[in-house]
């Protein structure tokens, strides 16, 4: 029993040796399945002239993206899709809601622009062993320069082994396509920080800091909800994401007069669910 107890702990000590010294890597196959639920919400409340304005929402989806190829450089072409949306708007005195399970109970509105972005494909992207964007081969519902600030699984791994400690930085350009902008683009960086490796999984800090913000805070807005931090867990042995936790908190003062406040609030969750 002594000798069975060694080898078990031999084993753990291993796999965490390995984790810590080799470079983590997606590992896409062909024909793979990666199925991901997203819960999020959203809160914002705008005060003007003594007078506050709410608005949230509240969303849960369940994605699928589906490894279509994979080069001899390691790069996968992966198809993304929605496999089922539950979506909660709020706003001054009524709250709205499209589900994709229940259309018939559904806002009508709401039905008529979200019900045709399930089950079809959306986008087709080439993404390399990094996490790493290489192409935008086709999107159907959101700018191609969406996937340059919001990278499909979150995280940017390093060229570097990984260890606890280990720190890295992402250098991208945020754009505001309309009907936020008109294509005005920001210098971005994400920073990343490898808090501990736990057998296979690896824990990931990351901030988000726009470099160049408008100087009046009202053209800020738009670029609050695309300043999250948090925290991602990557699966070292399997190569792929599997779990993350983001958030937003950001307020702006005198947008518009002496007292006037915007604040923003996040709050973003993500689990694979199926492979």
């Known amino acids: 029993m002594r000798g069975y107890g060694l080898a078990i702990l031999i084993g753990v000590v291993l796999v965490n040796s390995a984790a810590a010294q ?3 890597r997606f590992a896409w196959k062909q024909g793979q399945i990666l199925t991901y639920r997203v819960d999020q919400s959203t809160s914002a409340s705008d005060v003007v002239e003594g007078k506050t304005t709410e608005t949230g929402s509240r969303m849960t989806t369940v994605k699928r993206w589906q490894v279509l190829g994979v080069d001899q450089a390691g790069v996968a072409t992966l198809q993304l899709s929605v496999v089922s949306l539950h979506f909660e708007v709020k706003i001054p005195r009524e709250t709205l809601m499209f589900d994709s399970t229940q259309p018939d109970k559904s806002d009508p509105q709401l039905r008529e ?20 964007v290489v192409e935008v081969k086709e ?6 320069s969406r996937f340059e600030s919001e990278l499909p699984f979150l995280v940017l791994l390093p060229a570097a082994p990984l260890q606890a400690g280990s720190a890295w930085e992402r250098p991208y350009q945020v754009t505001l396509e309309p009907p936020q902008g008109t294509g005005e683009k920001f210098d971005a960086v994400q920073k990343y920080n490898c808090q501990k490796i736990d057998g296979a999984a690896v824990t990931i800090a990351f901030s988000t800091t726009i470099k160049n ?10 670029l609050l909800e695309m300043q999250p931090e948090g925290e991602i867990v990557f699966d070292a042995v399997s190569g792929r994401l599997h ?4 958030t937003i908190d950001k307020e702006l003062k005198g ?14 969750s993500e689990q694979l669910v199926k492979e």
């Open 22 to 24: 080799t470079a983590a």
């Open 213 to 222: 913000l408008p100087a009046s805070p009202l053209d800020q807005v738009p």
């Open 243 to 246: 779990r993350a936790r983001l």
């Open 139 to 144: 999107s159907k519902q959101a700018p191609a």
């Open 113 to 132: 622009q979200m019900a045709k972005y399930i089950g079809p494909p959306l986008a087709v992207l080439r993404v390399d062993n990094s996490g790493r």
């Open 255 to 268: 947008l518009q007069g002496e007292g006037s406040s915007y604040h923003f609030q996040s709050n973003y």
